[in-house]
DNA sequence: ATCAGCACCTGTTGGC
DNA sequence: TGCCAACAGGTGCTGA
């Protein structure tokens, strides 16, 4: 589920919430995607000041004062789901979906905690020296961010030009070229700019490439001010769904009609992933 | 070096 | 209604 705009709105809120406090623990009932043991973690993190939050692609990263960073990524179904003593009761909170999966357990000082929850347990959660937050393999080899004003029309067109035989859709899911883009949002940012997701790199025209890049910054801009989508199971730290649902074009609309033209829309599958796309308002 | 395909989980949906 | 296969927003690994 969470893509850029997700993440980036878990990462913005917990900036609001957490920087300034001090971790008391950790607890985990899902050691197998906790790195180190969930012991070393908690004693690790234990007394530590959070000084700051970011995003790299997918992954949240959570500084700390005394040099150590947490590395949490959220996967298809992953939440953090911030509490405090006072609104820990509150009704949001008590949807099976998101609060029945919750697997670990951040605590502070002064009694909030912040909830790691994952029906599929793909989601992860790494402690790393901050030096080495940017070494990880996953972060290392992460290409350059959807929203980075450096991606520019040029360098979108260079980062494609060796992936000339394969489909448009498929190279905007790579993370090691672009990075933040997931299923939803490719669907998107596609019918925005009016291309078919299987269009082969090297038909794309010289002209049509700045259509992209709008799209997607566009796309991905909007639904980060919507707190992303939610389609299912994302929630934000408060346990709140997104609202760029309601704003899809394309993505879960497969036999509705197109929004601009009303031609029915399709959906198709690009290696393992489907995607949705307009034929009409799509070339 | 690249890339398709499957594996990791659990829940939901759609077809028979 | 009941069962089972297919599918769900993301990556990591394997092997061609």
Redesign the pocket.
């Known amino acids: 589920?969470?893509?850029l705009p997700?993440v980036q709105t878990v990462v913005s809120q917990l900036a609001r919430k957490i920087v300034g406090k001090r971790f008391s623990g950790f607890s985990s009932a899902w050691a197998?995607q906790v790195t180190p043991l969930p012991r070393t973690l908690a004693r690790r993190i234990a007394g530590a000041i959070v000084t700051g939050t970011r995003r790299f692609?997918?992954h949240i990263v959570i500084d700390l004062d005394n040099g150590y960073s947490l590395i949490i990524?959220l996967?298809?179904t992953g939440h953090l789901l911030y509490k405090t003593d006072e609104n820990r009761a509150d009704k949001i909170f008590t949807e099976d979906?998101v609060n029945g999966y919750i697997h670990h357990i951040f605590t502070f000082t002064d009694g909030a905690t912040l909830e790691f929850s994952d029906?599929?347990?793909?989601g992860w959660v790494r402690l790393e020296k901050t030096a080495a937050v940017e070494k990880l393999?996953?972060i290392r080899e992460l290409g350059i961010d959807a929203l980075s004003p450096e991606l520019t029309v040029e360098r979108l067109r260079s980062l494609f030009a060796?992936?000339q035989?394969?489909p448009i859709g498929?190279v905007l899911?790579e993370?090691t070229v672009i990075a933040g883009v997931?299923?939803?949002y490719r669907s998107e940012a596609l019918f925005v700019a009016g291309v078919r997701p299987e269009r082969r790199v090297g038909s794309i025209k010289k002209g049509e490439w700045s259509g992209i890049l709008v799209s997607l910054k566009r796309v991905l801009r909007q639904a980060t001010r919507l707190h992303?989508?939610?389609?299912?199971?994302?929630r934000d730290t408060d346990g709140l769904p997104g609202r760029f649902q309601r704003t899809l074009f394309v993505y879960g609309r497969a036999g509705l009609p197109c929004k601009k033209c009303g031609t029915m829309v399709e959906r198709k599958r690009l290696?393992?992933?489907?995607f949705f796309f307009c034929a009409r308002c799509q070339q």
């Open positions: 589920m969470p893509e997700e197998k692609g997918k990524h996967k298809m979906r029906m599929r347990k793909f393999k996953s060796r992936k035989a394969r498929a899911l993370q997931g299923n939803i992303g989508t939610t389609d299912g199971d994302f290696g393992q992933r489907s």
